[in-house]
């Protein structure tokens, strides 16, 4: 079966950096595009960043854009989410999503990982 | 904020039938999709392409489309439909993809 198992949370400073991990298992990884959604506490779902299945496209949310970059090694079924310049509004659940057939849809959810960015 | 509207909270009665919708300009161009959220969870898939049923989704679900309102439809609500629903779509402002704000289904 399907599973997501995301990795890499924890609490830190404004300004820190920290990587999220998305390890992957019952699916070829390497020809699915995968996201990133977040939620923070008590709020709604937010949408963070995609990357192609082979890496070619890479997008981002305007309030991410230029401080996290995500990145796949489908060597290791892993898909990455590295944050820079951690501010006190990026504190939420991170959840990676594997796409469907079409990358509009997003067919399966890890159980996230919290981020708790402050001083 | 969100250019994909929701209200906050809907209710229905047991076993009656809901509709959830989402508004916005980018719906005339892309498809909804729609996730439920139970509390303490990670969301899941009910439905894709504005009337598609992944497996496994109970069929009171369905989905429809008119202009630019997405509507998720539960027909026959159950007590274990009570959840936050998102809708998904691309964004026409340039954004790649948006969720709405989620509405709170209770079911009395």
């Known amino acids: 079966q399907v599973q997501l198992l995301e990795s890499g949370g924890g609490v830190v400073q404004p300004g820190g950096s920290l990587r999220l991990s998305c390890a992957t298992s019952?699916?070829?990884?390497?020809?699915?595009?995968m996201h990133w959604v977040r939620q923070a506490p008590g709020k709604g779902l937010e949408w963070v960043s995609f990357i192609r299945y082979d890496s070619s496209d890479k997008y981002y949310a305007d309030s991410v854009k230029g401080r996290f970059t995500i990145s796949r090694d489908n060597s290791k079924n892993t898909l990455y989410l590295q944050m820079d310049g951690l501010r006190v509004e990026d504190t939420a659940v991170y959840y990676c999503?594997?796409?469907?057939?079409?990358?509009?849809?997003?067919?399966?959810w890890g159980q996230g990982t919290l981020v708790i960015v402050s001083s | 904020s969100s250019e994909l509207t929701q209200d906050p909270a809907v209710s229905v009665a047991l076993g009656q039938t809901v509709r959830i919708t989402c508004q916005g300009d980018s719906l005339r161009t892309y498809y909804a999709s729609w996730y439920q959220q139970k509390p303490g969870q990670a969301p899941v898939l009910v439905m894709y392409a504005e009337t598609n049923r992944p497996s496994g989704i109970p069929d009171r679900f369905s989905g429809s489309s008119s202009g630019d309102t997405a509507s998720l439809i539960i027909t026959g609500a159950q007590a274990e439909d009570e959840a936050d629903y998102y809708c998904?779509?691309?964004?026409?402002?340039?954004?790649?993809?948006?969720f709405g704000g989620g509405t709170k289904l209770t079911v009395l």
């Open positions: 999503a594997k796409t469907a057939k079409n990358i509009d849809d997003f067919d399966y």
């Open positions: 019952g699916f070829t990884f390497r020809i699915y595009g």
């Open positions: 998904n779509s691309r964004d026409i402002s340039g954004k790649p993809w948006v």
